[in-house]
């Protein structure tokens, strides 16, 4: 590894002079000089209150929401941006995190939305069930992941928002509305990737499938000439496919082919795939780092929720010390994109860690990055030093524009926002059902000021 990649341990000093570059970055609030700040999990964002309530059933938050003026609802903190920032309050529903009910004949599991997908995960497996998809890491809230649309890969897979069917959440006055696909469809596509500007978010329902079993292959090297002739078949290669690269000599670093084997097949991976070799060990999406935090590989059965995640629960994820960037272009311009971002490499490369690609399928869920549009996310994972990611995040966004580039709700991104609501179409929409379900804006925060009605 070399010596830059071991400094990325830096402090991110974020010297903001633009409104949605502050939202993304925070500033403390003069009062907070004396405590140390709450932070988001990478660390790299301090929030503007360390005040956070943790209610333990519907009606606390009901007379907390009723209480307060202004505040936000902390998930699990794993946003890199403002999108969770408060300067008043946090409600965390950390201590309401019962699996309600599993129904077995419509196949949906209810929760209380302070779980986290490792915390549910083995218990829905345990009794005969799966979910669709993960995100890299089981550690994140399902509200809150799927408040900003997070997911994980596989062209038939829609992001972790569309397993959700229905859902429970307190607005501003305090009235609890329960919001379900079957029965009030537009409300539900408007509301369920929400950005945190509806409500709390008390419970979800998720559709779930019998329990299924997978296994991982990583291969090494692969040529990005053959990404470029066979990109289809390449990320059609397993149920969920991502492709690991550092930009450089003109290679993808790693694929990590996840496989379904509930079907009873047996599946036999070849040891050449389009020219890159099968690895002969576990290994780290950053391969100069220990593979002990990754879910297993080399072709391992195992049961989906430990094979989906790159990472296990237990473990650090990722790498800690990080920021993150990803960007949502149409999987028609997947080719023609990467191009475009392997054109900037010089300027990429030095403040990366390693960048992943992956495809997700299109859904219909208004602030969904992938709404009507099957897309590839462009993901960049960086040194924690951001006066230099800053920098080049514009050059990026500038690449990608010709491809009505949008980014992750939860990562760093200098979009402006007139070009953000621009690429959703349905976002004029979306804020009139936020200014009917929340006229005074108690859940506004600078963040959703600055990117959705700057
Ligand atoms: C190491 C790492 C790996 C990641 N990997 C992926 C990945 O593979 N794919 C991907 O898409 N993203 C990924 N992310 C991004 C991240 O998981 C998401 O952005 C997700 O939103 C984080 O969920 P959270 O609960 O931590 O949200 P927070 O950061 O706590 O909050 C996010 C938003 O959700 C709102 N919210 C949370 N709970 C509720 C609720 N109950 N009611 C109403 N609003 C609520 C908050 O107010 C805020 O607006 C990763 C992040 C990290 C740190």
Redesign the pocket.
Known sequence: MDQSRRRFVGQCAAVASTSAVSAMMGGLPADAAQTPPLR???GNYPYGTTRVTSPTSLADVQAFVRAHARF?????????NG??DSTDQFLS?REMKAVVGLDRSARTVTIE??L?YGQLCPALDRDGFALHNL???P???V???C??????SGVNNG??STAVSAFE?VTAGGDVLSIARSTDPRTFQAAVV?????????KVTLDVQPAFTMRQDVYLDLPMAQVREHFEDIVAAGYSVSLFTDWQRGRINEVWVKRRTDKGETVTASRDFYGARAATTNVHPIVELSAENCTEQMGVVGPWYERL???RMGFT??SGK?L?S?YFVAHSNAVDAIGAVERLRDHVSPHLMITEL?TIAADDLWMSPCYQRPSL?I?FTWKQDWPSVRKVLPMIERELAPFAVRP????LFTIPSAQLQQRYPMAADFKQLVARHDPQGK?RNA?LTASLYG
Do not use: D, M, Y
């Not at 992750?408 to 990562?411: E, N, R, V, Y």
């Open positions: 988001n999990w990478a936000k609802v902390l998930g699990t903190r794993h946003c890199f999108i969770a529903l939305s302070g986290s995100a890299s890491l550690h994140i809230s509200a809150g992941a408040a900003t649309g997070t997911h994980g992001n972790l959440i929400n950005l945190g500007a509806l409500g709390v978010v008390t995640p790159h990472f994820p990722s990080e993150q990803e992956r996310a993901h992750h709700w939860g990562k859940f963040f």
